[in-house]
């Protein structure tokens, strides 16, 4: 486990709910290339808040990554909602692109 992990899962014991930590957490998993365990921190982060809309885009290219393609199809469709939601303008043209995206995925 790299130091960077290790320093973010103190600061998680400190907050279990703290979506920047989660989010950290997550991006830090994929680029290890643990996607399951971004997902899982992704998911953690958007049970704890769920307009933040970021994770549901990032959750749903780690999905892409682990080869889960109706998963993140699935995940996208909840980020566009929860953006519409929050007025997320910006994520909501993401999440709208990666749909695409993902839409001529196989």
Known sequence: MSERLEKLKKLLAM????????????????????????????????????SYCYAYYHMAVAQKHAGQLDRAR?????GIQAAHRASDHKALGELSTLQVDLAEAR
């Open 15 to 50: 907050d279990p709910k703290d979506t920047f930590v989660l989010y950290a957490m997550a991006q830090e998993c994929f680029k290890q290339g643990d996607y399951a365990a971004a997902v899982e921190y992704y998911q953690r982060c958007i049970e704890a808040d769920a």
């Open 74 to 78: 699935a995940t996208v469709q909840a």
